[in-house]
C-alpha cells in the first residue's frame, strides 16, 4: 500500500530542537523528501536525501534516514517561531508520482 | 516572477455548477500536476501531465477534466460539483532531465460548495 505516517502534531519551545518522524512504505524510492507548507500557502521543498544515504545536513536542517526500518526524520536546530508550519515527509516508489505523508502540523512557542 | 500561479485563489460556489480552476507556470517545466488537499491536509494527486500529454490519472470522478493547451498551463474543470469537492487544489510542475523529483507548488484554489 502507500501509506507514509507521520505524527499529526509537535509543540516546542523557540530555541529547541523539532524532530519530525515519517515512516515510509516503498522501499524502492530512490529519493525521499522533506516539504514545508506555511499557512495559506502551497508546499516548498525543504530538503532530500538520496536513499543510499544515512544522513544529510543542510545548516539547521538534518535528515536521517533507516532504509531497513522504513523511518525518515527531521531535525531542526534552533527551533524558530518561523518555521511553524505543517512539514510533509513524501516518496515516490517506482513511479514519478510524490506520494506525500499525512503531515506533521509544528507550534513553535516562544 | 517566475513561479506556479492559479487562479482563482478563492472559489465559492452552489452544488451542480460547473467550475474551472487555472494554473500557469513561467519556470520552462514540462511536467505540471493537479493535487487535492483536504480539510485534514492530506495532500493526494489527481492528475500529471508531461509536455500536454496524460502521465497519471489518479482514481479521479470523471466530472475532473484536465485541460493541458500548452505545457505551461493545465487547467482543472469540474462538472456537477458535489459538497464533497470542497478542498483546497494546488498546481504544480517539475523540470526536466532530474531524476530528483522536485515539485514547485501553487498558491492554491481554495474551493467552497454550498
Known amino acids: 500500500g502507500e501509506d507514509v505516517e507521520q505524527s499529526l502534531f509537535l509543540s516546542v519551545r523557540e530555541g529547541d530542537s523539532s524532530v519530525i518522524n515519517c515512516t515510509y512504505t516503498?522501499?524502492?524510492?530512490?529519493?525521499l523528501y522533506w516539504y514545508k507548507q506555511e499557512p495559506g500557502a502551497g508546499l516548498q521543498l525543504l530538503t532530500y536525501i538520496f536513499s543510499n544515504m544515512d544522513m544529510k545536513q543542510d545548516q539547521r536542517l538534518t535528515v536521517l534516514l533507516n532504509k531497513k526500518d522504513k523511518h525518515l526524520s527531521l531535525r531542526i536546530a534552533d527551533t524558530q517561531t518561523g518555521d511553524s508550519a505543517i512539514y510533509f515527509c513524501a516518496e515516490t516508489g517506482n513511479t514519478d508520482k510524490l506520494i506525500f505523508g499525512t503531515g506533521t502540523r509544528l507550534q513553535v512557542f516562544p | 516572477d517566475t513561479a506556479v500561479s492559479q487562479t482563482p485563489k478563492y472559489l465559492v460556489t452552489q452544488m451542480g455548477n460547473d467550475k474551472s480552476i487555472k494554473c500557469e507556470q513561467n519556470?520552462?517545466?514540462?511536467?505540471m500536476y493537479w493535487y487535492k488537499q483536504d480539510s485534514k491536509k492530506f495532500l493526494k494527486i489527481m492528475f500529471s501531465?508531461?509536455?500536454?500529454?496524460?502521465?497519471i490519472n489518479e482514481t479521479v470522478p470523471n466530472r475532473f477534466s484536465p485541460k493541458s493547451p500548452d505545457k505551461a498551463h493545465l487547467n482543472l474543470h469540474i462538472n456537477s460539483l458535489e459538497l464533497g469537492d470542497s478542498a483546497v487544489y494546488f498546481c504544480?510542475?517539475?523540470?526536466?532531465?532530474?531524476?530528483?523529483?522536485?515539485?514547485?507548488f501553487g498558491p492554491g484554489t481554495r474551493l467552497t460548495v454550498l
Open positions: 504544480a510542475s517539475s523540470p526536466p532531465g532530474t531524476s530528483m523529483n522536485e515539485q514547485f
Open positions: 516503498d522501499s524502492s524510492s530512490t529519493y
Open positions: 519556470l520552462g517545466h514540462d511536467t
Open positions: 501531465y508531461n509536455n500536454k500529454e496524460l502521465i
